[in-house]
């Protein structure tokens, strides 16, 4: 059973900064894409940035600049580092890996972890 534990989300002001962490454990014998999608109150959720095992990476456009994904492949780990965070990015968000486990090529899911902009 892979299970993801993410950590990073609170609250914080509009400019400030936050960093998200989010840990595979389990049996795992490769990884492939890691990601960060993110879920607003009334909207659909979304791609926030996603990194390949090669390190190859994408982001919305709403966040290009400010947002950085990276991961520790030794330690099955994927960050997202915020900055100039914005009302904009409060948002649930939820991490998500593309790995073959016991039970095959599979999608998990973290239990998702909160991030509030405001004032």
């Known amino acids: 059973q892979v299970q993801l534990v993410e950590s990073g989300g609170g609250l914080v002001q509009p400019g400030g900064s936050l960093r998200l962490s989010c840990a595979a454990s389990?049996?795992?014998?490769?990884?492939?894409?890691m990601g960060w999608y993110r879920q607003a109150p009334g909207k659909e959720r979304e791609l926030v940035a996603a990194?390949?095992?090669?390190?190859?990476?994408n982001y919305a456009d709403s966040v290009k600049g400010r947002f950085t994904i990276s991961r520790d492949n030794a330690k099955n780990t994927v960050y997202l580092q915020m900055n100039s965070l914005q009302a904009e990015d409060t948002a649930v968000y939820y991490c998500?890996?593309?790995?073959?486990?016991?039970?095959?090529?599979?999608?998990?899911w973290g239990q998702g972890t909160q991030v509030t902009v405001s004032s």
């Open positions: 998500n890996i593309d790995a073959i486990g016991m039970q095959g090529r599979r999608s998990f």
């Open positions: 389990g049996i795992i014998f490769s990884i492939n894409a």
């Open positions: 990194i390949m095992s090669r390190g190859s990476s």
